[in-house]
């Protein structure tokens, strides 16, 4: 099926006219993506263009987040993007938002209550406290996001403008939650006892790791191309 093209540092070249089916198995990863934009299997010899025509949404976009997923140190260049190209970001965001709360979070916090078992009770309240306590954070982030951020990038659509709002003032509320993930690796890492099993830290490091990465990549996308496509929105509706 290796029949994608690489550049000169062995990166895969993602192109409009490449098989759904190489986009895959060149990164396996970007199942997620189609997941989320609700792109149903079985792709056949659709090319990334025909899928993008089938769903409505911009080959650019599309190929420029499976750049942000596959590529480390991808910048995304909207230049090429439209307006009409924010509700597949909000569609995305929201999607990636339900998988957090609804499978990441969950199975992490399974997979801390495993862990602890085998801790003392000190061990116990503090990882479990601070954990509870990055839920709660992660939580109210994408809360603000639904219910202010999203929505008024949806009145931008709309030809709406709200004269106290910009989205520069919703990023400079944005917190940033991939900080205390962080910390959560280092305390899974160097500070359980070694009563703890290795599959159970294993398999619990694992998700953290995912929703690390997954996190990153999120923040990635809301700063570098939903914010500025918002932004040149609010000039074109300014004059």
Do not use: W
């Amino acid at each position: 099926m290796k029949t994608y093209k690489t550049d000169g540092q062995n990166r895969v070249i993602f192109s409009k006219d490449m098989k759904v089916a190489e986009l895959v198995d060149a990164d396996y990863s970007l199942l997620s993506i189609l997941l989320r934009m609700d792109m149903q299997l079985p792709f056949g010899d659709l090319s990334v263009e025909e899928l993008c025509r089938r769903y409505g949404i911009s080959v650019e976009l599309f190929l420029m987040i499976c750049q942000v997923y596959s590529t480390a140190d991808y910048l995304p260049d909207v230049e090429s993007l439209k307006a009409n190209d924010l509700k597949y970001v909000i569609k995305y965001l929201r999607a990636s938002h339900r998988l957090y709360l609804g499978e990441l979070l969950p199975s992490i916090g399974r997979g801390v209550e495993r862990v602890l078992e085998c801790c003392e009770k000190r061990q116990r309240d503090i990882v479990s406290n601070f954990y509870q306590g990055y839920c709660e954070e992660v939580r109210a982030h994408l809360e603000y996001e639904e219910q202010n951020m999203f929505p008024y990038v949806e009145s931008l659509l709309e030809c709406k403008m709200q004269p106290a709002a910009s989205i520069s003032q919703a990023m400079e509320h944005h917190t940033d939650i991939c900080e205390k993930i962080d910390d959560i690796k280092s305390i899974l890492i160097k500070y359980l006892p070694e009563e703890c099993t290795l599959q159970q830290r294993y398999e619990l490091l694992r998700d953290v790791y995912a929703m690390s990465e997954d996190l990153a990549r999120h923040t990635l996308i809301e700063v570098k191309i939903l914010a500025p496509v918002a932004a040149r929105q609010e000039q074109i509706l300014r004059r």
